[in-house]
Protein backbone atom coordinates (compact mmCIF):
# COMPACT_ATOMS: atom_id res chain seq x y z
CA UNK A 1 0.00 0.00 0.00
CA UNK A 2 3.14 2.62 0.32
CA UNK A 3 3.01 5.06 2.75
CA UNK A 4 -0.39 6.20 3.68
CA UNK A 5 0.86 8.48 5.82
CA UNK A 6 4.33 9.61 6.91
CA UNK A 7 5.80 7.33 10.06
CA UNK A 8 6.69 10.36 11.39
CA UNK A 9 3.52 11.82 11.28
CA UNK A 10 2.17 8.70 12.85
CA UNK A 11 3.97 8.87 15.50
CA UNK A 12 3.32 12.16 16.51
CA UNK A 13 -0.50 11.94 16.43
CA UNK A 14 -0.24 8.54 18.75
CA UNK A 15 2.78 9.57 20.79
CA UNK A 16 4.88 6.59 19.51
CA UNK A 17 5.24 4.47 16.96
CA UNK A 18 2.56 1.72 16.05
CA UNK A 19 2.55 -1.26 17.60
CA UNK A 20 1.61 -3.32 14.77
CA UNK A 21 2.66 -2.35 10.97
CA UNK A 22 0.76 -3.05 8.00
CA UNK A 23 2.94 -5.54 6.84
CA UNK A 24 2.89 -7.91 10.02
CA UNK A 25 -0.60 -7.97 9.04
CA UNK A 26 -0.64 -8.59 5.75
CA UNK A 27 2.04 -11.07 6.14
CA UNK A 28 0.34 -12.48 9.23
CA UNK A 29 -0.39 -16.57 8.58
CA UNK A 30 -3.51 -16.60 10.38
CA UNK A 31 -5.04 -13.76 8.18
CA UNK A 32 -7.12 -15.76 5.75
CA UNK A 33 -9.06 -17.48 9.23
CA UNK A 34 -9.17 -14.01 10.24
CA UNK A 35 -11.00 -13.17 6.79
CA UNK A 36 -13.42 -15.36 7.22
CA UNK A 37 -13.97 -14.73 10.85
CA UNK A 38 -14.38 -10.98 9.67
CA UNK A 39 -16.91 -11.47 7.10
CA UNK A 40 -19.18 -13.39 9.25
CA UNK A 41 -19.13 -10.98 12.23
CA UNK A 42 -19.65 -8.01 9.58
CA UNK A 43 -22.75 -9.88 8.17
CA UNK A 44 -24.04 -10.49 11.93
CA UNK A 45 -24.19 -6.81 12.03
CA UNK A 46 -26.68 -5.88 9.64
CA UNK A 47 -27.92 -9.87 8.39
CA UNK A 48 -31.17 -9.24 10.97
CA UNK A 49 -31.76 -6.09 10.07
CA UNK A 50 -32.76 -5.29 6.14
CA UNK A 51 -34.08 -1.84 6.68
CA UNK A 52 -30.11 -0.72 8.46
CA UNK A 53 -28.40 -2.25 5.56
CA UNK A 54 -30.23 -0.10 3.44
CA UNK A 55 -30.08 3.15 5.69
CA UNK A 56 -26.43 3.24 6.94
CA UNK A 57 -24.41 1.07 4.11
CA UNK A 58 -23.62 3.40 1.06
CA UNK A 59 -20.67 5.19 1.43
CA UNK A 60 -22.02 8.65 2.17
CA UNK A 61 -25.17 7.97 4.80
CA UNK A 62 -21.95 4.86 6.38
CA UNK A 63 -19.73 8.46 7.03
CA UNK A 64 -22.63 10.52 8.21
CA UNK A 65 -23.53 8.27 11.08
CA UNK A 66 -20.18 7.38 11.57
CA UNK A 67 -18.63 10.91 11.86
CA UNK A 68 -21.54 12.20 14.02
CA UNK A 69 -20.70 9.27 16.50
CA UNK A 70 -17.05 10.39 16.46
CA UNK A 71 -17.49 14.34 16.59
CA UNK A 72 -20.30 13.84 19.65
CA UNK A 73 -17.70 11.96 21.33
CA UNK A 74 -14.95 14.42 20.84
CA UNK A 75 -17.31 17.56 21.55
CA UNK A 76 -16.06 19.66 24.67
CA UNK A 77 -18.78 21.99 25.95
CA UNK A 78 -15.83 24.52 26.68
CA UNK A 79 -14.17 24.78 22.76
CA UNK A 80 -17.25 26.03 20.34
CA UNK A 81 -14.77 24.98 17.94
CA UNK A 82 -15.07 20.75 18.84
CA UNK A 83 -19.00 20.74 19.02
CA UNK A 84 -20.60 18.43 16.31
CA UNK A 85 -22.47 21.21 14.48
CA UNK A 86 -24.18 20.35 10.15
CA UNK A 87 -21.34 22.84 9.40
CA UNK A 88 -17.98 20.55 11.22
CA UNK A 89 -19.67 17.55 9.89
CA UNK A 90 -19.18 18.72 6.44
CA UNK A 91 -16.27 20.14 6.91
CA UNK A 92 -15.03 16.60 7.91
CA UNK A 93 -16.72 14.84 4.87
CA UNK A 94 -14.98 17.07 2.48
CA UNK A 95 -11.71 14.91 3.74
CA UNK A 96 -13.35 11.57 1.71
CA UNK A 97 -14.95 13.66 -0.66
CA UNK A 98 -18.37 11.88 -1.21
CA UNK A 99 -21.12 13.87 -0.66
CA UNK A 100 -21.84 17.10 -1.40
CA UNK A 101 -23.11 19.76 1.07
CA UNK A 102 -26.86 19.48 -0.12
CA UNK A 103 -26.86 15.70 0.14
CA UNK A 104 -25.21 15.76 3.62
CA UNK A 105 -28.25 17.67 4.16
CA UNK A 106 -30.79 15.20 2.85
CA UNK A 107 -28.71 12.29 5.11
CA UNK A 108 -28.97 14.10 8.20
CA UNK A 109 -32.98 15.02 7.52
CA UNK A 110 -33.34 10.89 6.92
CA UNK A 111 -31.27 9.90 9.85
CA UNK A 112 -33.58 12.43 11.86
CA UNK A 113 -36.48 11.05 10.53
CA UNK A 114 -35.92 7.69 11.81
CA UNK A 115 -34.93 8.59 15.12
CA UNK A 116 -31.05 7.60 14.96
CA UNK A 117 -30.10 11.19 15.31
CA UNK A 118 -30.66 14.24 16.85
CA UNK A 119 -30.41 17.93 15.64
CA UNK A 120 -31.03 20.21 18.76
CA UNK A 121 -30.02 23.76 20.08
CA UNK A 122 -25.99 23.91 22.41
CA UNK A 123 -27.03 24.47 25.49
CA UNK A 124 -24.33 26.86 25.43
CA UNK A 125 -25.75 28.66 22.49
CA UNK A 126 -29.38 28.27 21.41
CA UNK A 127 -28.76 29.83 18.34
CA UNK A 128 -26.39 26.68 17.31
CA UNK A 129 -27.82 23.09 16.45
CA UNK A 130 -25.91 20.06 17.41
CA UNK A 131 -25.61 16.72 16.36
CA UNK A 132 -26.29 13.70 18.21
CA UNK A 133 -26.69 9.75 17.91
CA UNK A 134 -29.32 7.77 19.48
CA UNK A 135 -29.03 4.68 21.95
CA UNK A 136 -30.01 2.67 19.19
CA UNK A 137 -27.51 4.37 16.83
CA UNK A 138 -24.51 4.22 19.75
CA UNK A 139 -25.38 0.74 20.35
CA UNK A 140 -25.39 -0.67 16.23
CA UNK A 141 -21.73 1.59 16.49
CA UNK A 142 -20.72 -0.63 19.59
CA UNK A 143 -21.64 -4.14 17.25
CA UNK A 144 -19.63 -2.30 14.05
CA UNK A 145 -16.64 -2.28 16.29
CA UNK A 146 -16.68 -5.40 17.20
CA UNK A 147 -16.89 -7.05 14.05
CA UNK A 148 -14.17 -4.93 13.03
CA UNK A 149 -12.19 -5.48 15.86
CA UNK A 150 -12.32 -9.31 15.86
CA UNK A 151 -10.23 -10.05 13.26
CA UNK A 152 -7.35 -8.32 15.46
CA UNK A 153 -8.61 -10.07 19.29
CA UNK A 154 -8.08 -13.35 16.73
CA UNK A 155 -4.72 -12.68 15.84
CA UNK A 156 -3.49 -10.60 18.59
CA UNK A 157 -4.79 -11.88 21.47
CA UNK A 158 -2.08 -10.70 23.47
CA UNK A 159 -3.20 -7.27 23.20
CA UNK A 160 -6.64 -7.66 24.90
CA UNK A 161 -9.08 -5.86 22.91
CA UNK A 162 -11.47 -6.81 25.61
CA UNK A 163 -13.63 -3.22 25.99
CA UNK A 164 -13.95 -3.60 22.41
CA UNK A 165 -14.91 -7.04 22.59
CA UNK A 166 -17.39 -6.59 25.27
CA UNK A 167 -19.00 -3.17 23.38
CA UNK A 168 -18.13 -1.36 26.69
CA UNK A 169 -20.49 2.19 25.96
CA UNK A 170 -17.21 4.38 28.07
CA UNK A 171 -14.77 2.74 26.08
CA UNK A 172 -16.44 3.94 23.03
CA UNK A 173 -16.88 6.84 24.29
CA UNK A 174 -13.22 7.46 24.56
CA UNK A 175 -12.45 5.31 21.26
CA UNK A 176 -14.68 7.46 19.00
CA UNK A 177 -12.95 10.77 20.42
CA UNK A 178 -9.60 9.00 19.89
CA UNK A 179 -10.35 8.77 16.52
CA UNK A 180 -10.57 12.60 15.52
CA UNK A 181 -7.26 13.41 14.44
CA UNK A 182 -7.19 9.97 12.82
CA UNK A 183 -9.70 10.79 10.11
CA UNK A 184 -7.33 11.45 7.19
CA UNK A 185 -5.83 8.50 7.68
CA UNK A 186 -9.19 5.84 7.14
CA UNK A 187 -9.83 8.48 4.10
CA UNK A 188 -6.63 7.95 2.81
CA UNK A 189 -6.84 3.86 4.10
CA UNK A 190 -10.50 4.01 2.27
CA UNK A 191 -8.99 5.55 -1.27
CA UNK A 192 -6.09 3.13 -1.74
CA UNK A 193 -8.80 0.75 -2.36
CA UNK A 194 -11.03 1.72 -5.36
CA UNK A 195 -12.47 -1.91 -5.45
CA UNK A 196 -14.33 -1.13 -2.30
CA UNK A 197 -15.07 2.09 -3.35
CA UNK A 198 -17.23 0.30 -6.44
CA UNK A 199 -19.50 -1.63 -3.54
CA UNK A 200 -19.33 1.13 -1.12
CA UNK A 201 -20.96 3.74 -3.45
CA UNK A 202 -24.24 1.32 -4.12
CA UNK A 203 -26.57 0.67 -1.73
CA UNK A 204 -26.57 -2.58 0.57
CA UNK A 205 -23.00 -3.01 -1.99
CA UNK A 206 -20.44 -4.05 0.35
CA UNK A 207 -22.83 -6.29 2.35
CA UNK A 208 -23.91 -8.15 -1.06
CA UNK A 209 -19.79 -8.33 -2.11
CA UNK A 210 -19.62 -9.69 2.04
CA UNK A 211 -22.16 -12.39 1.43
CA UNK A 212 -20.84 -13.29 -1.62
CA UNK A 213 -17.18 -13.32 -0.30
CA UNK A 214 -18.32 -15.54 2.46
CA UNK A 215 -20.16 -17.80 -0.06
CA UNK A 216 -17.38 -18.78 -2.40
CA UNK A 217 -14.94 -19.36 1.02
CA UNK A 218 -17.62 -22.35 2.11
CA UNK A 219 -17.34 -23.55 -1.91
CA UNK A 220 -15.86 -26.84 -2.92
CA UNK A 221 -13.93 -25.86 -5.64
CA UNK A 222 -13.04 -22.06 -3.56
CA UNK A 223 -11.35 -19.70 -4.63
CA UNK A 224 -12.50 -20.45 -8.31
CA UNK A 225 -16.10 -21.25 -7.01
CA UNK A 226 -18.81 -19.44 -9.07
CA UNK A 227 -22.17 -18.77 -6.52
CA UNK A 228 -25.61 -17.97 -7.08
CA UNK A 229 -26.36 -14.32 -6.33
CA UNK A 230 -30.39 -14.63 -6.56
CA UNK A 231 -31.15 -14.62 -2.93
CA UNK A 232 -28.82 -11.78 -2.51
CA UNK A 233 -31.30 -9.17 -2.85
CA UNK A 234 -34.58 -10.75 -0.82
CA UNK A 235 -31.60 -10.52 2.04
CA UNK A 236 -30.75 -7.43 1.65
CA UNK A 237 -33.95 -5.79 0.84
CA UNK A 238 -32.40 -4.14 -2.54
CA UNK A 239 -33.91 -5.49 -5.60
CA UNK A 240 -32.03 -8.18 -8.04
CA UNK A 241 -31.94 -5.71 -10.82
CA UNK A 242 -30.12 -3.58 -8.74
CA UNK A 243 -27.72 -6.62 -7.48
CA UNK A 244 -27.63 -7.58 -11.00
CA UNK A 245 -26.02 -3.77 -12.35
CA UNK A 246 -24.05 -3.73 -9.97
CA UNK A 247 -22.33 -7.10 -10.99
CA UNK A 248 -22.28 -6.19 -14.32
CA UNK A 249 -20.31 -2.88 -13.20
CA UNK A 250 -17.94 -5.30 -11.53
CA UNK A 251 -17.38 -7.26 -13.50
CA UNK A 252 -16.45 -4.82 -16.22
CA UNK A 253 -13.86 -3.21 -13.76
CA UNK A 254 -12.31 -7.18 -13.73
CA UNK A 255 -13.12 -7.94 -10.09
CA UNK A 256 -16.04 -11.07 -11.10
CA UNK A 257 -16.77 -13.21 -13.68
CA UNK A 258 -20.40 -14.06 -14.57
CA UNK A 259 -21.80 -17.46 -15.24
CA UNK A 260 -24.83 -19.32 -16.20
CA UNK A 261 -27.92 -18.22 -17.40
CA UNK A 262 -28.53 -14.16 -17.18
CA UNK A 263 -25.31 -14.04 -15.12
CA UNK A 264 -26.79 -15.57 -11.99
CA UNK A 265 -23.48 -17.39 -10.94
CA UNK A 266 -20.61 -15.45 -9.41
CA UNK A 267 -16.77 -16.14 -9.77
CA UNK A 268 -14.82 -14.25 -7.02
CA UNK A 269 -11.45 -13.00 -9.28
CA UNK A 270 -8.14 -12.85 -7.64
CA UNK A 271 -8.36 -9.06 -8.22
CA UNK A 272 -11.28 -8.66 -5.73
CA UNK A 273 -9.90 -11.58 -3.35
CA UNK A 274 -7.03 -9.61 -2.84
CA UNK A 275 -8.44 -5.91 -2.90
CA UNK A 276 -10.37 -6.97 -0.38
CA UNK A 277 -8.28 -8.95 2.23
CA UNK A 278 -6.37 -5.86 1.57
CA UNK A 279 -9.02 -3.63 2.48
CA UNK A 280 -9.51 -5.52 5.99
CA UNK A 281 -5.66 -5.24 6.82
CA UNK A 282 -5.93 -1.71 6.35
CA UNK A 283 -8.34 -1.27 8.71
CA UNK A 284 -7.12 -3.48 10.95
CA UNK A 285 -3.75 -1.67 11.20
CA UNK A 286 -6.10 1.87 11.70
CA UNK A 287 -8.26 0.31 14.27
CA UNK A 288 -4.67 -0.76 16.19
CA UNK A 289 -3.64 2.68 15.93
CA UNK A 290 -7.10 3.96 17.17
CA UNK A 291 -7.46 1.50 19.82
CA UNK A 292 -3.77 2.54 21.38
CA UNK A 293 -4.64 6.14 21.17
CA UNK A 294 -8.03 5.29 23.28
CA UNK A 295 -6.18 2.73 25.85
CA UNK A 296 -3.54 6.18 26.04
CA UNK A 297 -7.10 8.60 26.98
CA UNK A 298 -7.85 6.42 29.15
CA UNK A 299 -4.74 6.16 31.28
CA UNK A 300 -4.50 9.91 31.22
CA UNK A 301 -8.22 9.86 32.44
CA UNK A 302 -7.68 7.38 35.29
CA UNK A 303 -4.49 9.34 36.88
CA UNK A 304 -5.97 12.88 36.16
CA UNK A 305 -8.89 10.85 38.30
CA UNK A 306 -6.30 9.65 41.07
CA UNK A 307 -4.37 13.28 40.85
CA UNK A 308 -7.86 15.16 41.65
CA UNK A 309 -8.77 12.47 44.21
CA UNK A 310 -5.25 12.67 46.06
CA UNK A 311 -5.55 16.87 45.74
CA UNK A 312 -8.89 16.55 47.39
CA UNK A 313 -7.72 14.64 50.02
CA UNK A 314 -4.77 16.43 50.98
CA UNK A 315 -7.34 19.28 51.09
CA UNK A 316 -9.29 17.61 53.94
CA UNK A 317 -6.83 17.30 55.58
CA UNK A 318 -5.33 20.50 55.87
CA UNK A 319 -8.42 21.63 56.69
CA UNK A 320 -8.91 19.58 59.69
CA UNK A 321 -5.72 20.74 61.11
CA UNK A 322 -6.69 24.86 59.85
Not at 78 to 103: C, D, N, Q
Not at 123 to 152: C, M, N, Q
Request: glycine share 8%; hydrophobic share 45%; charged share 25%.
Amino acid sequence: MGNILDDVEIARLLGGAPRLSLDQIINHPRLPQAHRTYLDRFLDVYGGDPFLVRLLIESGRFLVYHLIVVLEAAADPERRETWPTVGLLKEKMAIFGLASGRHIDHLIGRLRAVGLIDLRPAERDRRVRILSAGEKLRAHDRDWLFAHYTPLAMLYPHHDYSPIMRRDPEFQKLHRSACIPFIPLGAKMLALVPETLLFFNHAAGVMVIAALLRAALDAPDHPHAAVPYADIGDRFSVSRTHVRQMLVAAEEAGLVKLHARGGRQVEILPRLWASNMKGMAGGMYVHDIVYVAALRAAKEQTEAGFGAAHEERVGLVANRHA
